[in-house]
């Protein structure tokens, strides 16, 4: 599958857009900021955009849903329980407080093991609650989309409203670092040391595992 990285929005929000290189039919993950550019790739790229899937429902990710899908028809997927989080007055609210665009509803939830399919590409839900209650990783193909769960050399904050540190431990070292060393590590945000890892560099080096 081919993978892009995008860097988008003023929170350095990584966003990828993934395609079925066969079809050109393909998914874009956390278009969060920047849409006209990231619409304005995926036409120069003559991509048929089928979903575009959410790691986890804090506004930062989410905030580009509504003119991604506006644009492209495309539709929104995202955990079930971060689905509600964001459509309860405490989500709405937050995204107001964190100066975001809120998302309408997912049009499609997902849970722990589901598959996201697009011609040629599949993606693994793996729940891995802990930053938020719904939040997801990705894996394909040797790929892991680790959203606000685990980044290049650190890890996602536990100190939000609805985070969990126990649970968010549980859910790297059972459901992450298990994974083969050589999976390649595609993280939520860039915090500026590398734009990718593997789970060995990160199980051998990052200081909060
Ligand atoms: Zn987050
Ligand atoms: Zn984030």
Not at 114 to 120: L, N
């Amino acid at each position: 599958m081919d993978i892009e990285q995008m860097k988008v929005g003023f929170m350095d929000v990584f966003c990828y857009l993934v395609a079925c290189p066969r079809t050109k039919q393909a998914l874009v993950i956390d278009p969060a900021g920047d849409e006209d550019r990231i619409v304005e790739r995926i036409k120069q790229k003559d991509l048929d955009l089928k979903y575009i899937v959410n790691t986890h429902g804090h506004p930062d990710h989410i905030s580009g849903n509504a003119k991604v899908r506006a644009l492209t028809g495309a539709k929104i997927i995202m955990h079930e329980l971060d689905d509600k989080m964001v459509n309860s007055a405490h989500g709405q609210e937050m995204a107001r407080q964190w100066g975001f665009t809120p998302s309408p509803p997912a049009d499609i939830t997902v849970k722990y093991a589901d598959q996201i399919v697009v011609a040629d590409v599949s993606l693994i839900v793996v729940h891995t609650p802990g930053h938020s209650p719904g939040g997801i990783c990705l894996i394909g193909d040797g790929n892991l989309f680790s959203g606000d769960t685990l980044f290049v050399g650190a890890i996602g904050r536990t100190d939000l409203p609805a985070a969990s540190l126990t649970q968010f431990m549980k859910s790297i070292k059972e459901r992450l670092l298990t994974l083969p060393g050589e999976t390649i590590v595609w993280p939520g945000h860039d915090y500026g040391v590398r734009p990718s890892s593997t789970i060995e560099v990160e199980a051998r080096t990052n200081p909060y595992l």
